[in-house]
């Protein structure tokens, strides 16, 4: 979480050089966890807003 921004940072992939997918996801806006895709969730519902 970037409380700064309001943002969801969403980090995939890690390689020794970082990772190959970064994601950022913002106000209104649906996030899927990769390992569970029928969990959903909004940023609004983590960020309280």
């Known amino acids: ?3 700064t921004e309001k ?5 995939r992939q890690p390689t ?3 990772y190959e997918i970064v994601q950022t996801f913002k106000s209104g806006e649906t996030v899927t966890i990769q390992a569970l895709p029928n969990v959903t ?3 609004d ?3 309280g807003d």
């Open 45 to 47: 519902e983590i960020l």
């Open 16 to 18: 020794a050089n970082g």
């Open 7 to 11: 943002c969801l940072e969403v980090y």
């Open 1 to 3: 979480m970037n409380l």
């Open 41 to 43: 969730f909004t940023v």
